[in-house]
């Protein structure tokens, strides 16, 4: 994702994004922060994130639905048939919602600190 999909994404600005991950262990392994400080120093580190906040992950808030409404809208039989709508909805994926999203992401962690870790519902 930071090798290929912030440049593809941000372009040349790609390096002055900053990362949010969720608590996936892939995400929390020390190799995967160690490796973040070195190639992508702006990100939140694991203990800045907050637990099980659905509310705060772009993909959980916005994206995910999108894309299982678009994946159940074209029915894949095989394998190889769910690779290539896989790959078809990704690569015509409105790139304007992802960014969107994670244009919202500070908002939404301030009003997730300004209700003290409450949930969020946020339009």
Not at 13 to 34: I, M, R
Not at 48 to 63: E, F, G, K, Q, R
């Amino acid at each position: 994702m930071v090798k290929e999909d912030l440049p593809r994404l941000y372009g040349r600005a790609a390096k002055e994004v900053t990362v949010h991950f969720d608590s996936a262990k892939s995400h929390a392994a020390k190799y995967t922060q160690n490796w973040l400080k070195v190639n992508h120093p702006r990100f939140v580190p694991e203990y800045h994130w907050m637990a099980n906040s659905p509310d705060l992950a772009p993909l959980d808030y916005a994206i995910n639905g999108i894309l299982k409404k678009y994946l159940a809208d074209r029915k894949a039989t095989t394998i190889p048939g769910l690779s290539k709508v896989i790959q078809d909805v990704c690569t015509n994926f409105d790139l304007r919602i992802i960014r969107k999203s994670l244009s919202s992401w500070q908002g939404r962690v301030q009003k997730m600190l300004d209700r003290m870790g409450d949930h969020v519902e946020i339009d």
